[in-house]
């Protein structure tokens, strides 16, 4: 008879002996094994994992050490290489590359069936070649009134907020933001800006989700146990849910929407502008009989959840960097009220984006915004395939994971002189070809951002308006706040949120 000790030490060992061959193989009998690195994260995930989880969001920062000291191709866990050089960006992220999106990092998001987290280039081809239209330039010129509506919504509100108050900008930008992005894809928005303060609970349920992400990347089985949770469920527990509540709600009235249109795609004609369902959910494409088909409802539900989480986030933080960027620098600031008071005089007149992209100026910080915002900081993985690869001389066999975080563009020096500092006036020489090279807070290549035209409406657009329309003070907040963030796939600033007071401005 075994007695119990050995019946539970029996599969202990048996677990450790696996461990302990795997290690030995990474080590010595990887393909990988010859590639500098530190010998922890070769050996095994747990030197991954110990930086996001532990550190929470520090990997990044230990990958730009680590780089120091062993050169621009590095491995950075068992199957995963890292690069730091602008060559090796443009292989893995070049319009003409085949590498696929990880499943590990893109299923964390739990959207399943969206654009965003599609791997099989295939499928993702359809889908993009369906929604592309309704993003493209022509599209948002068509549409640029229900951005506008928004903006002027802003404004005012700005405007109307108690004066003894300080505004919290975080919140405010992304109540914009998540104002435009579901009116624009939903014909309906969240109402973000009406909120008290701006404290609306679909951004902050963003947040939250930002900051537990690398917890469903290795856990990911919590989320879509969440999401199964029958909705009668739901109803009955989700006082207790907090913010989740929120984002539950969303998902409830967007569910209400798709399955209207899926029962009768002719209420699509009482809507005030075209949306995403006109794309998406079509019976019939070039005429009678050329059936195409329909995406499932999980399918729909994703890609609309994406679209405002993907739309709102990054655009408000562009916002809030930008905003804080220029009032911090008095210079920066009468430059850029000067020129916007010079092409817009009577700040009663309505202007459009077709004037603000033609401002130097603007663009000039709106580019320095981008650039030390990032867009997305994590290291977007791709897997290399069909077939190996050659990067930076190093042979990459097929399914290696690699990437490399656009902040080692965006903080080169050799391109960008003090690149830690906002200074538009980089922009303002006659050639900035190589910088824009450099610069790719949307990513580059076949997965690079879909919303991109629409991105730079929004901030030409609420940008122009806010230095035109408005003085603002910064209340409380300074540089450092700003000096460090944590990747946590989007940039997370550590420091105090920036507030201002804000007024009308005089003339
Ligand atoms: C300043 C604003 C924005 C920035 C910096 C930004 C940045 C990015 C980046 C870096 C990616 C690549 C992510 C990855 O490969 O994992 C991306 C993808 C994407 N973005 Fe944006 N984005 C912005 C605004 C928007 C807007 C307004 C929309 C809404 C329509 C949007 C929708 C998407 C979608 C659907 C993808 C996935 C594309 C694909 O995989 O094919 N983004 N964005």
């Known amino acids: 008879m075994f007695s119990t000790t050995v019946i539970l030490a029996a599969p202990c060992a048996g677990l450790l002996l696996l461990e302990l061959g795997t290690v030995c193989y990474n080590l010595f009998f990887h393909p990988l094994r010859n590639v500098p690195g530190p010998k922890m994260a070769a050996a095994t995930n747990l030197y991954k994992i110990y930086y996001d989880l532990i550190i929470r969001g520090g990997l990044l920062s230990q990958i730009e050490k680590l780089h120091k000291r062993y050169g621009p191709v590095m491995r950075i866990a ?39 987290t599609m791997t099989d280039p295939e499928t993702h081809r359809h889908r993009t070649q369906i929604i592309n239209p309704f993003f493209s330039r022509r599209a948002i010129i068509e549409l640029e009134g229900v951005v506008q509506d928004k903006v002027d919504k802003f404004i005012s509100r700005l405007i109307n907020h108690p004066k003894d108050r300080a505004i919290n900008m975080f919140w405010a930008f992304r109540c914009a933001s998540v104002d ?57 527990i989700s006082p207790l849910l907090g913010t989740l509540a929120a984002s539950l709600n969303v998902r409830k009235q967007v569910i209400g929407h798709i399955d209207k249109y899926l029962a009768d795609e002719k ?34 539900l994703s ?44 700040m009663d007149a309505n202007i459009g984006m077709d004037v603000l992209e033609k401002l130097p100026y603007l663009n000039a910080v709106l580019k320095e915004s981008l650039r030390l915002g990032h867009g997305v900081v994590t290291p977007l993985p791709r897997v290399v395939g069909p077939g190996s690869a050659d990067i930076l001389g190093v042979h990459v066999p097929a399914g290696t994971v690699v990437s490399m975080g656009v902040t080692f563009l965006h903080y080169d020096e050799r391109v960008f002189l003090h690149p830690y500092e906002f200074k538009p006036e980089r922009w303002l020489v006659p050639d900035t070809s190589e910088m824009e090279h450099y610069l790719r807070p949307f ?22 308006h806010v230095f035109r329309k408005l003085d603002l003070k910064i209340h409380n907040t300074t540089i450092d706040d700003f000096k460090e963030f944590r990747e946590l796939f989007v940039p997370s600033f550590e420091g105090r949120p920036f507030h201002a007071f804000v007024e009308k401005a005089s003339a």
């Open 267 to 300: 209420a699509l004609e009482g809507v005030d502008h075209e949306i995403i369902w006109h794309h998406l959910i079509r019976k019939e494409k070039g005429g009678v009989g050329n059936a195409v088909q329909i995406p499932t409802r999980q399918s729909l």
């Open 303 to 346: 890609e609309a959840l994406i679209l405002t989480q993907a739309g709102s986030d990054t655009v408000g933080n562009t916002c809030y960097l930008a905003t804080f960027y220029v009032l911090n620098n008095p210079q920066v600031y009468a430059t850029l009220k000067e020129e916007l008071r010079k092409a817009w005089p009577d």
């Open 78 to 116: 068992p199957n995963t290489l890292h690069f730091s050089d602008e060559k090796a960006y443009y292989q893995i992220y070049g319009a003409s590359s085949t590498f696929t999106k990880d499943p590990e990092l893109y299923s964390c998001f739990a959207m399943n069936g969206s654009s965003f």
């Open 443 to 464: 990513s580059n290549g076949p997965r690079m951002c879909l919303g991109q035209n629409l991105a730079w409406a929004e901030l030409y657009l609420i940008m122009g």
């Open 180 to 236: 435009v992005i579901t009116s624009y894809v939903l014909g309906q928005d969240f109402q973000a800006m009406d909120a008290e303060y701006f404290e609306h609970p679909f951004p902050l349920g963003i947040q939250r989700q930002v900051h537990v992400l690398w917890v469903w990347k290795y856990f990911p089985f919590i989320l879509p146990t969440v999401m199964a949770i029958p909705e009668r469920i739901m109803d009955l």
